[in-house]
C-alpha cells in the first residue's frame, strides 16, 4: 500500500478515507479481474489451443490480442482511444 499511496500521492492529497476506499475498490476489481482470467479467458485459450494445435505461437498470441483482449496490433492505442466516446480530455488526449 505503501508504494500505491507513493505514486497516487503527487498528483491527489488524499485523506486516508479516500485511500482506504481506492485500495478496497482497487482490491474488488483485481479479484473480479482474477476470476475473469480464470474462467473467461483460461477457457477460450484452452479451447484454441486444443482446436488449432498446429498454429504458431506469433499467431497465437496475435489471437489471443485481437479477439480476446480485443486490442489487436493495428491498434496503436489498444483499445484506449475510440474516436466515438467523448473523454472530456482536449483532442482525446492526442497530442500531434
Given at each position: 500500500e505503501d508504494f500505491i499511496r507513493l505514486k497516487t500521492g503527487a498528483n491527489e492529497k488524499l485523506t486516508d478515507e479516500q485511500f482506504a476506499k481506492?485500495?478496497?475498490?482497487?482490491?474488488?476489481?483485481?479479484?473480479?479481474?482474477?476470476?475473469?482470467?480464470?474462467?473467461?479467458?483460461?477457457?477460450?485459450?484452452?479451447?484454441?489451443?486444443?482446436?488449432?494445435?498446429?498454429?504458431?505461437?506469433?499467431?497465437?498470441?496475435?489471437?489471443?490480442?485481437?479477439?480476446l483482449f480485443l486490442t489487436p496490433g493495428t491498434d496503436k492505442w489498444l483499445g484506449l482511444y475510440s474516436p466515438d466516446i467523448y473523454s472530456a480530455i482536449e483532442n482525446n488526449g492526442v497530442v500531434k
Amino acid at each position: 500500500e505503501d508504494f500505491i499511496r507513493l505514486k497516487t500521492g503527487a498528483n491527489e492529497k488524499l485523506t486516508d478515507e479516500q485511500f482506504a476506499k481506492l485500495i478496497v475498490n482497487l482490491k474488488k476489481y483485481v479479484a473480479i479481474d482474477t476470476v475473469q482470467n480464470e474462467y473467461l479467458f483460461h477457457a477460450k485459450i484452452y479451447r484454441w489451443l486444443l482446436e488449432d494445435s498446429d498454429r504458431g505461437v506469433d499467431e497465437f498470441n496475435d489471437a489471443v490480442y485481437d479477439k480476446l483482449f480485443l486490442t489487436p496490433g493495428t491498434d496503436k492505442w489498444l483499445g484506449l482511444y475510440s474516436p466515438d466516446i467523448y473523454s472530456a480530455i482536449e483532442n482525446n488526449g492526442v497530442v500531434k
